[in-house]
């Protein structure tokens, strides 16, 4: 293509936008809307992002989720008029965020109700189902979160490599057991993320349009582990097929365990969640399958203590991470984002794991095989048993 | 600034605080704090106690002042304050009260009280930036009160200028064509009706619209006072009136602001000034819709209470009255020591959204 003809593209490219944009300017001079009724109420809409409780006062984050401004007028704890100061006083415009902090001698353990009432006498109500104080970004709390990641997400996941002396000495059957295991665990956790997600994006302010956002993000998710896993095989220094698979499959569970740390952080900083024995044992039995998902694909490999090692950092540590962010810095957005990943990057790894169990196979001769109907029928009970002690 | 501030600002040094006899604690509690948060700061500070004081209130983000409403209502267009005082348009300029209220005297001694009483739509302002879509009577909630002497000639010349049909409906005797209640009592958007009637009995009544829905008519603004006195008069008397009245500003059945005469807070701004020694007398009215009961309590002090204010004896001597919807009570006490007496609602609700206030008492 010449120079000539790329221009041409270019322009022909541009021309419709080069309208849109003088209708968009003509809409906002004419003001059509005025004629369908300019003088209905506004339509306010605020949706609480952020609660934050520190000792003796509240600090709210709300965003504008409507088409109009909104003035937050007075807050209510509890019934009761509260004094508030607004940082960055005034109208809020359509997505604009208010960082609000109200001095309230708020009670650990109990519950309270904060609610916003605009200048149109609109209210928007907040419940803290169990007030604790919010963790703060201190040595301590780092500590903590990384602690609960490590119950989380490296313990289990180590333990779960430890089969891999098993997988190295099973037979064909064996492994088409242990595979499908692994499948049928990875479907689980997508399900799993794929709710969490779906959660997070109901929650969400309805502008990030929640669902959309989710779908999007995870297909493009998926793409890009597959784009990554073709750059394995094929690049410099490139890995056989069972690598590529077992790395795959720690990428993706580590992906998949970034979000629920993040989910975990988030829940024990808002006091929905006390970190129980219990809670804890659970998570370990539930998490242990994702080290035998890692390593089921490397059967027919030999492999080094310390690679191994590595795998099981990159499936387990973003647990500590995804704490982290969801204990201190908890966003709705980015905790859909991230979800979404995870799901998107589980899902793929699905697809690779049962395409590298078929090998030869067709797909209808593979699912009715018994071992690998046993090896599903294992997996979803294990997942859905252990899944019960989570809640 | 308020007298409230005033004292604020005189408290932050010793001296003043000694002189007006009023300890810091004192203006704490005086403040609107629940004895609740002050009992929690003295609890974790004593030792026994400590590991008990699981609140969250440390000393790090204390706020003693940290109740009620952000900002001031502009009062310009209706100021609380003077409504108290004001009855038969007394608060107008001559000239003007001309127009809304004449009173001539007519042969058997008693006097013929016209009135012209307009229904209109306005937004009124009802805790500061909250504003409320209100129906009221000449443009303001609670409406102008009207006071007559029993057995005046009451005659009112009523005009809607909403957008909803409205009436005035009458607590006292009257005759069943006046009271604004009936399908044909309805007075559609831009008609008149020519109330009349005796006024009977004395005591301290109300009017409110009385067409459909009730509640929403109601609660949007549709009400005011009605004082009838007795022929013999009354001791002369600081009066005082107040309608506990609230709003839906959502609209979901339940009040966000409760206040006596509309304004949230207004008296923590403006306490209500007092003499010493002199007779108060608060003719009281219940106007709030969705809460069955509202009440008023003062504090430190007792008043005598005549329940309608029908009887010239006081059936009791309390410091906090009940009363339901609708109805009314005449309270009469004498301050007798100087400073900020608080005076609310004692549904703590009521009181923590908007119905609290004080009285200042000051030397006659």
Not at chain 1, 233 to 253: F, M
Not at chain 2, 39 to 66: N, R, Y
Not at chain 2, 227 to 238: H, L, M, N, Q
Request: aromatic share 10%; proline share 5%.
């Amino acid at each position: 293509m010449g120079s000539k003809s790329a221009l041409r593209t270019w322009l022909l490219a541009l021309l419709p936008l080069v309208l849109l944009a003088a209708l968009l300017v003509a809409i906002v001079k004419l003001d059509p809307a005025s004629a369908l009724g300019g003088d209905a109420p506004p339509v306010e809409e605020l949706e609480f992002e952020r609660v934050v409780l520190e000792p003796g006062r509240i600090l709210l984050t709300v965003i504008n989720d409507g088409p109009d401004p909104v003035h937050i007028a007075q807050v209510m704890v509890d019934e009761a008029y509260w004094q508030f100061t607004q940082e960055q006083a005034g109208e809020l415009a359509h997505l604009d965020r208010a960082r609000l902090v109200v001095p309230y001698p708020w009670v650990e353990g109990e519950a309270h109700e904060v609610v916003l009432v605009t200048a149109t006498g609109m209210t928007f109500a907040h419940e803290i189902a169990v007030a604790l104080e919010t963790p703060r970004p201190s040595g301590q709390a780092f500590l903590l979160f990384a602690l609960i990641g490590i119950y989380v997400g490296v313990l289990p996941v180590t333990l779960g490599l430890l089969w891999y002396p098993l997988i190295r000495n099973l037979g064909r059957s064996g492994l088409d057991f242990v595979l499908s295991l692994t499948v049928a665990l990875l479907v689980f956790l997508f399900v799993d993320t794929a709710e969490d997600a779906l959660e997070a994006a109901g929650a969400l302010a309805e502008s990030f349009q929640g669902v959309t956002l989710f779908s999007v993000v995870a297909i493009l998710a998926y793409l890009g582990i597959e784009a990554l896993g073709k750059r394995l095989e094929t690049g410099k220094g490139a890995l056989s097929a069972a690598w590529v698979t077992a790395l795959l499959v720690a990428i993706g569970i580590g992906l998949h365990n970034f979000g629920e740390g993040l989910a975990i952080g988030a829940a024990f900083s808002l006091g929905e969640l006390t970190l129980g024995t219990l809670l804890i044992l659970g998570f370990t039995l539930h998490n242990t399958t994702e080290g035998l998902a890692i390593v089921s694909p490397l059967a027919k490999e030999r492999v080094s203590l310390g690679r191994l090692a590595w795998l099981g950092f990159i499936a387990g540590a973003p647990t500590i991470a995804g704490a982290w962010v969801g204990g201190f810095v908890y966003s709705p957005v980015w905790s859909v984002v991230f979800l979404a990943i995870g799901a998107g990057a589980i899902a793929q790894v699905v697809v690779q794991i049962t395409r590298g169990t078929a090998g030869d196979r067709r797909l209808g001769e593979l699912i009715t095989s018994r071992s690998v109907f046993l090896g599903l029928l294992a997996g979803f009970g294990v997942m859905y048993l252990t899944g019960m002690l989570v809640g | 600034m308020s007298d409230f501030d005033e004292l604020k600002a005189d408290l932050g040094s010793n001296g003043n605080s000694r002189k007006r006899g009023i300890s810091r604690r004192g203006l704490l509690q005086a403040a609107g704090l629940t004895s609740a948060t002050a009992g929690v700061a003295t609890l974790s500070s004593h030792p026994a106690l400590a590991g008990q004081g699981k609140g969250s209130l440390m000393t790090e983000h204390f706020d003693p002042h940290a109740m009620g409403a952000v900002g001031r209502v502009d009062t310009s267009v209706f100021d609380p304050t003077v409504f108290l005082r004001s009855w038969n348009f007394s608060h107008l300029p001559d000239a003007e009260r001309q127009r809304f209220y004449r009173e001539s005297p007519q042969a058997d001694g008693s006097r013929l009280r016209e009135y012209e009483i307009f229904a209109v739509d306005r937004e009124i302002e009802i805790a500061p930036g909250v504003f409320f879509p209100a129906w009221s009577y000449n443009g303001q909630v609670p409406g102008p009160t009207l006071r007559a002497t029993e057995g005046d000639r009451v005659r009112i010349r009523f005009v809607n200028q909403g957008t909803h049909p409205h009436t005035m409906h009458f607590h006292g005797w009257h005759p069943p064509e006046m009271d604004g209640s009936l399908m044909e009592h309805q007075v559609l958007p831009d008609q008149e009706f020519i109330y009349e009637f005796d006024a009977e009995p004395f005591g301290v009544h109300l009017y409110h619209c009385h067409s459909v829905p009730l509640k929403r008519h109601i609660h949007k603004g549709l009400y005011g006072a009605f004082i009838v006195d007795p022929k013999e008069a009354r001791e002369s008397a600081d009066e005082l009136v107040m309608l506990m009245n609230g709003f839906d500003t959502n609209f979901d059945g339940d009040n966000e602001v409760y206040a006596i005469n509309t304004v949230a807070f207004h008296h923590i701004h403006a306490p209500i000034k007092v003499k010493i020694g002199e007779l108060v007398r608060m003719y009281v009215i219940n106007v709030t819709e969705f809460d069955p009961v509202n009440s008023l309590h003062l504090h430190g002090m007792f008043f005598d209470v005549f329940r309608t204010g029908t009887r010239r004896e006081s059936y009791e001597t309390a410091d906090t009255v009940m009363m339901c919807q609708g109805e009314r009570t005449i309270l009469e006490t004498r301050f007798r020591y100087p400073g900020l007496f608080m005076f609310h609602a004692h549904q703590s609700e009521f009181a923590e959204l908007g119905w609290m206030g004080f009285f200042t008492a000051v030397e006659g």
